[in-house]
């Protein structure tokens, strides 16, 4: 017994078939509400038969007329797409942040992106008084807020990541207190840009998909591999860099495509908040502590919790449509405090 | 073998370390004793580049790889408690590892003989924050063990160990030394196990080398005084010098 038996106990923790399964198939049932929810009243029948009519070689009668198709696939699919890879970017980009960071509290917004993003998309919406730029200056300032904190982090501090937060601490501050005394001297924005803040969902269709998609991917690919390096960064730097890690070019490596995807999805979101934490946290409280469980379970819950969000967001007070970002902190707060106390013991 | 070739460390323009010459022949045992702060753990963490510090570290003449050449078990290793002891003595197969590659019959099986060594294998799902202090610091030599470096840099290893485990340990290091060919270099405050297991002694003294020599050429009263202050008395022993604390003030 004993050769067998030690056999399995040398394995590593890795990512088990059940909960892919479960990950996906939540994936599958909320993208599914998400298609079939909708203030246009589609008939659900209809919704099923017109997906199956896109798949190619098949020919199914939907009974949909132009309208009601244009809304589903131009309007339904690209939000529900969007909000998959909104929260999947957030949630992965989360788990990195808390990994690379050894902080709990690290979140994708911590390097003052989410601070720069509001400061590009209110100097957009004052400078052009129109919202079609407010995407590339969030973006712009996202990424701008995090050069700052890189540069300011760097040159204060050695080795250590504290210099890092604090930097980014001091640039939120900076940006936010900008932003604010933009809004005080222009009162008429301030409805525009905090519904910016609070986040939406609302396309034009697949545009911001489209811009979004590659970012994501990229980002997905380097946190994907690197989450083995992030288990072995939970050591702390130096037996990290004992064990022949560079642990300074994997953490810059890891930051700046979390970053980057992150000022990309929230440049087309706006500043979805607790998303970064409260699915990386569930996930660790149920399946542990290894990154190459978090890091894919992340991406897989990640979007699903975010559809979810938005589902409830179009139909809690439909015909109107709360921010989503309110949604996911109001429901996600109490969600996660939850289960923290059904889960409490050692983590 | 190991050579540190004029190693000097400095934080915030104060010198802790050397400058140091020192070297360390393939399969020897060498032992850094000195008191606190004398660069014990400096000196071993230029070994495995974790401090900047100006001078050559090397091996056989080729400059060192940190995890490859060297494994390196801290004083103070941090230890996640979530994670299972299988999965961390794992994390010593990081260096072997390319970053997709995925960890190979080879690497489970290193894995699985460093638990054995160490008689851990009924240990391999305990989380680390369920061990006891000597079962802990077993875990961490295992992880050194599966990075299969062919020299271990051991920083006070047996620091939380009562007296019986302490020897315990030592032995299976030695064992191994001698079975796989290893190099060891061990840092501690126990000067009596120190003489027991080393061949060689340096003892280190405010970043400096002060002494060198075979445990009986280092551990005697004259040496250990000028470092250590009057309260050391050295008894001789067929197996070797007894280091002991003597009081200085009665009462």
């Not at chain 1, 979140?107 to 919406?125: E, I, Q, S």
């Not at chain 1, 982090?153 to 890092?164: D, F, N, P």
């Not at chain 2, 400058?19 to 702060?37: F, M, R, S």
């Not at chain 2, 400059?63 to 050449?69: Q, Y």
């Amino acid at each position: 017994m004993n050769k067998a038996f030690s056999a399995t106990t040398a394995r590593p923790a890795r990512l088990r078939g059940g909960a892919i399964a479960l990950g996906v198939g939540a994936l599958l049932v909320v993208s599914l509400v998400g298609l079939l929810v909708g203030a246009a009243g589609i008939p659900i029948r209809g919704v099923f038969r017109a997906l199956a009519n896109a798949i190619p070689f098949v020919d199914i009668d939907h009974g949909l007329s132009d309208v009601e198709l244009r809304v589903l696939f131009e309007i339904r699919l690209p939000r529900v797409v969007l909000g998959a890879l909104v929260g999947a970017v957030l949630s992965v980009a989360g788990a990195a942040y808390q990994g690379v960071f050894r902080n709990p509290l690290a979140d994708p917004y911590l390097l003052g992106v989410a601070a720069g993003a509001g400061l590009g998309a209110t100097l957009a919406l004052l400078l052009t008084e129109t919202d079609g730029l407010v995407a590339p200056f969030a973006f712009a300032g996202g990424v701008a807020a995090v050069l700052v904190t890189y540069v300011l982090g760097r040159s204060v501090g050695g080795r250590s990541t504290i210099t890092l937060i604090l930097a980014g601490v001091a640039v939120a501050a900076f940006a936010t207190a900008i932003q604010t005394y933009l809004l005080q001297s222009n009162v008429e924005t301030i409805r525009e840009v905090y519904s910016w803040i609070l986040g939406r969902l609302v396309t034009v269709g697949w545009s911001e998909v489209i811009t979004l998609l590659p970012y994501l991917v990229v980002a997905a690919a380097i946190l994907f591999g690197s989450r083995r390096l992030l288990d072995v960064l939970s050591l702390g730097d130096e037996e990290a860099e004992g064990l022949g890690v560079n642990v300074g070019r994997v953490r810059w490596v890891i930051v700046v495509s979390a970053t980057l995807a992150t000022a990309a999805a929230v440049s087309v979101s706006g500043l979805i908040a607790f998303v970064g934490i409260v699915v990386p946290h569930t996930i660790r409280l149920f399946l542990g502590w290894s990154y190459r469980i978090i890091i894919p379970m992340s991406m897989l819950l990640g979007a699903s919790f975010l559809m979810a969000a938005d589902v409830a967001a179009r139909t809690l007070v439909a015909p109107a449509e709360l921010p989503i970002g309110v949604v996911t902190a109001f429901l996600g707060a109490p969600f996660f405090l939850l289960i923290l106390r059904t889960m409490r013991g050692p983590t | 073998m190991i050579l540190w070739e004029e190693v000097e460390v400095s934080y915030g323009g104060r010198r802790v370390l050397g400058p140091i010459t020192l070297d360390v022949a393939d399969g020897e045992w060498l032992g850094l004793i000195g008191p606190n702060g004398a660069g014990k753990s400096t000196l071993l963490k230029t070994a495995v580049d974790v401090v900047d510090y100006s001078g050559t570290v090397s091996r056989r003449e080729e400059p060192l790889r940190s995890g490859l050449d060297v494994a390196w078990m801290p004083q103070r290793p941090h230890l996640p408690d979530a994670m299972g002891v299988a999965d961390y003595v794992m994390l010593g197969r990081t260096p072997h590892l390319g970053l997709l590659t995925p960890e190979s019959r080879h690497d489970v099986d290193t894995v699985r003989s460093a638990l054995e060594k160490l008689d851990l294998d009924s240990f391999g799902r305990r989380p680390l924050g369920t061990l006891s202090g000597g079962e802990a610091q077993r875990a961490v030599l295992a992880r050194a063990l599966a990075q299969e470096a062919p020299v271990l840099l051991l920083d006070e290893p047996t620091a939380s160990l009562d007296v019986g485990h302490a020897v315990e340990v030592l032995d299976v290091v030695d064992e191994l030394r001698h079975r796989e060919g290893l190099t060891v270099v061990v840092a501690a405050h126990d000067l009596t196990l120190a003489g027991r297991f080393a061949d060689r002694l340096v003892l280190l003294s405010e970043g400096i080398l002060a002494a060198e020599g075979s445990p009986e050429e280092v551990l005697t009263e004259e040496t250990l005084r000028a470092h250590y202050g009057p309260g050391v008395r050295v008894i001789d022993d067929d197996d070797g010098p007894i280091v002991v604390p003597m009081r200085i003030n009665h009462g």
